[in-house]
């Protein structure tokens, strides 16, 4: 029987450090997540940049806008998390109108590093849109640490011939890297894929496989739990669990070693 297992990334295989900035205050804070902020009002995005915070963002001059950054360096956007439909054209007009800069994206760059946490292993840097205001409220950036039971975990899966992927709203260079960190192809990685996206990989495995789990964390993972044989809520970092993703698991666990005690 050919099984296979599709991890998230941040807060799932890695406990993360996520640093936001409220553009309106010009404040940093570390304790809310990013995406109870794009569910806690209409009309937002999380837009995630693809290219690696550390080496180019943190480079780039502060005072220049996020849009001027953006066009003029070719960088694609990633739609992490949305509750609303929107296209990376449409983003790109709002920030046309926007003011915010480059520095207010290398500040959280800067939060994460002081605290030791890899950006190269999580979703790197972005920003929240509001699409009503037609403004950046918030600017991003997540590192992450891979979990210590995570590598054991994934070694004893694959001798167990299960095929392993991760599905993630990350961006694509920090998975390939999670990918190689974990000993899985960099082929079996989905990047910056949003709720729906990720349960249309779980979609397409289930045409190639007998049996798919899901394992994730967020409610960006809901759709995706729901789609599996088996959706797997791990609560290895989170706190405050939103009612709908409890109810979207089939199995709730608190440590990621629990996977190998479940019957697959």
């Known amino acids: 029987m050919k099984k296979a297992i599709v991890f998230d ?18 404040k940093i804070c570390d304790f809310i997540s990013s995406l109870d902020l794009v569910e806690y009002k209409k009309n937002r995005a999380l837009v995630v940049l693809q290219t690696d915070p550390a080496a180019c963002i943190i480079n780039a001059r502060p005072n220049q806008t996020i849009y001027d950054f953006i066009t003029r360096n070719n960088i694609d956007l990633g739609i992490s998390y949305s509750n609303i439909d929107i296209s990376k054209d449409e983003i ?47 600017t991003i950036t997540a590192g992450g640490r891979l979990f210590p039971e995570v590598l054991d975990v994934i070694s004893e899966l694959k001798k167990r011939d299960i095929d392993i992927y991760v599905a993630s709203g990350d961006r694509k ?13 960099t082929s079996n990685v989905f990047a910056t894929v949003d709720a729906k996206g990720k349960a249309l990989v779980i979609r397409r495995l289930k045409k190639k496989y007998d049996k798919v789990m899901m394992v994730g964390d967020g409610l ?27 109810k979207a698991a089939d199995i709730i666990i608190y440590n990621i070693r629990e996977i190998l005690d479940i019957k697959f």
């Open 9 to 26: 990334n941040s807060g799932t295989l890695t406990e993360r450090y996520r640093a936001i900035k409220r553009i309106k205050t010009g």
């Open 173 to 185: 260079g920090a998975l390939e890297k999670l990918a190689i960190t974990i000993n899985i192809p």
């Open 220 to 246: 960006n993972d809901i759709l995706a739990l729901k789609e599996a044989d088996i959706g797997v809520l791990t609560l290895q970092q989170s706190n405050n669990v939103h009612e709908k993703l409890l």
């Open 92 to 138: 790109l007009d709002i920030l046309k109108d926007d003011n915010s800069k480059v520095k207010d994206i290398q500040d959280t760059i800067r939060a994460v590093l002081d605290r030791g946490y890899d950006i190269e292993i999580c979703s790197g840097s972005g920003f929240i849109l509001n699409i009503e205001k037609r403004m950046v409220e918030f």
